[in-house]
């Protein structure tokens, strides 16, 4: 069963558009750098109800265990990301769960 790690950004208001851009590289990058991550994919809130309290961007990584999580986790890739985004990001929400597929 795939470990989802899911990290959702709000930005600080005067984070511009390079910032904002350089931070997205970087996490997106984290796929091809850190050898745990299974997967990873992310975009940009486009929802119409309107309930995303600010948080603009979701990262979704997979992981085939906890352990490769706790890998990523203190991954020295993952730290200079952490160091790199901090001083652009107002609030960051992260929640880990083990995905079930119901739709069969």
């Known amino acids: 069963m795939t470990l989802r790690h899911v990290v959702l950004l709000r ?13 997205e590289a970087a996490f997106a990058a984290l796929a091809s750098q850190i050898a ?3 997967s ?6 486009c929802s119409p109800e309107g309930l995303g309290r600010g948080f ?3 990262f979704s990584l997979g992981f085939a265990s906890a352990l490769d999580r706790d890998t990523y986790l203190v991954h020295p890739r993952h730290q200079a990301f952490s160091a790199l985004a901090e001083p652009h990001l107002a609030d960051v929400l992260v929640l880990d769960y083990h995905a079930v597929d ?3």
């Open 11 to 23: 930005f600080r208001p005067e984070a511009d558009a390079e910032q904002r851009a350089a931070v």
């Open 36 to 38: 745990e991550v299974q």
């Open 40 to 45: 990873l994919e992310w975009g940009t809130d």
């Open 102 to 104: 119901r739709s069969r």
């Open 56 to 58: 603009t961007h979701c």
